[in-house]
């Protein structure tokens, strides 16, 4: 029967066979006691006896699978025979039950970042029903937005869930998932439960550094504490796998400060900034997690500073010399002053000026002018050496900051000389032209002094180096001339053959490049004696009258001379002294030097000036006192050094060669 049977369901059962006839046959059943089934007897008089077996509760084969039965007949007789049959009723199944899990919810955990195949757990569930019915099928259900197929297999048979996709607990905390166990009867009955599965975290995420608010360029002079850029830090792990610390690696002006969490500032630390030493900062943040082993991220925040006009302009050099050729001509770059200033841009550019200045009460603004933009120094004039050797002005350079700053640079102009002056003859000699004349005796032996040619040139240094030669008559053999003292003196005797009257002409050149030269032409008599060049000595007539009053002037000058010597040593010995006592040590007596070609040089102090002047360019005064002596004076033929004229008085018994 199936359990499916509904109650009052009948089935007749066997009639039971009785030898006897009449009242002794079988008169009724009887059923044994049971839940299920009832026993409805049917009886046709005296015919026969008949019974059913009806269903009086719903079979279950899930309570009782088999149910026995014990039917007794009974006679009329008396007293009464029975027989009895066994009835063994086998309840067929139907799928009335359905699936049952074991768990109505299950949990389990799992590590991110699981191995695919990873086994998680395996589901279980039971169904009273038999056969067919109770064979299971399990599968996911409600495969929305988070579909479990991604992330996990389910075996369909066994009920085991293992990882399939990859499971990030960043992505997902927790998976809850649904399941079904499905049985194979007819119609199928399912049953449902709920699988939950926590993922547990790993420390594989490292700290993200987000910066915002940054404030670029900051400028240089930007106070402590003045804020840069904000900086947030995130770790997407969690617990202590996402607690993070953030600090800045290597040497910069700036920190982190901590505002709120995972929140900072970044600020000036050690200011003010200096553009011109670094003009941008490489700031490394560095953030760590407190995972084990920890995880960290590195950002580099690039700050550049502004500039600020906090540099003056600076010049190479406090004092610029300058070296102008004299007559170069007016309008011409003579020299060019640059500044460097290490600001940027406006801060940069640079304009310069000349300072109001004068030089020997001459503006400096009339002598030379400076382009304010590129600084080259023109000249406005020619200048002459032998007018001006020197002279100085600052030039000022400003920047187009705000505000603005400025630096001096002293300029010195030192003008060379050009050779642009000829040779001067000197008194008593006259330049070419006039008619100068000499005597000389005729007994006059090889080396007798004749004249002395004495010049000067303006110019100063090898341009004013005389040399004197005879430039007529050509191979001449009677006379010759010293180069550098321009002496002309006798080369042998005089014979009856050579003439009474030698015209000569001296060429006196200096050393420039070109040469300038002056001549000077000279007649040289031949007398007879001595007496005759006496009284015709420089064409100067002296009459005896005028002794009396040259031995005064001499009287004088002896004593003048004397006085100034026994001065000059006594200052000479004190000056000495003073110097054993190291006093001396910066300043040095001036000293006057002859050479042995009849140059002198004079120096004073740390100073030394060589004046290239032969003795033959001295002025000079000569007269003839009795008795044959001779006073003459020499003066310079101007000032040397810039100091004073020197002279010097002297008394010879022989003429001054």
Known sequence: MSESSYVGERHPLSI????????????TYKLNPNDHFSLDIQSNGDQSVSAELVLQKALDREKQAVIELTLTAIDGGKPPKTGTLQIQINVLDVNDNSPLFSKSLYKVQVVENANIGTALLTLTASDLDDGVNSQIVFSFTEKGR??????FALNDNTGEISVKGNIDHEENQAYEVRVQARDKGTP??????????EVIDVNDNAPEISVSSLMSPVKEDAEIGTAVAMITITDKDGGKNGLTHCKITGSVPFKLKSNYKNYYSLLVDDGPLDRENTSVYNVTITATDEGNPPLSSIRVITVHVSDVNDNAPRFMEPVINVYVKENSPTGSVISTVTAFDPDLDRNAKLTYKLLDSSTKNVPISSMVSINSETGDIVSLQTFNFEETKTFQFKVQATDSGVPPLSSNVTVNVLILDENDNNPTILAPYSEHGSVNSESIPYSAEAGYFVAKIRAVDADSGYNALLSYHLSEPKGN???????STGEIRTKRRMSDNDLKTHPLVVLVSDNGEPSLSATVSIDVVVVESTADIQTQFRHVPIKEESFSDLNLYLLIAIVSVSVIF???LISLIAVKCHRTDGNFSRYGAPMITTHPDGSWSYSKSTQQYDVCFSSDTLKSDVGLLKGGIYLYTYRSPHDVAGDRRYECVCISKTPPL
Request: glycine share 6%; hydrophobic share 40%; net charge neutral.
């Open 188 to 197: 199928p009955r399912i049953a449902h439960s709920k699988v939950l599965v």
């Open 146 to 151: 988070l579909n479990p197929d991604d992330k």
């Open 477 to 483: 053999n009677l006379f010759r001339i010293g180069t």
């Open 566 to 568: 026994l001065l000059s």
């Open 16 to 27: 039971a066979d009785d030898a006897d006839v009449g009242i002794n046959s079988v008169k």
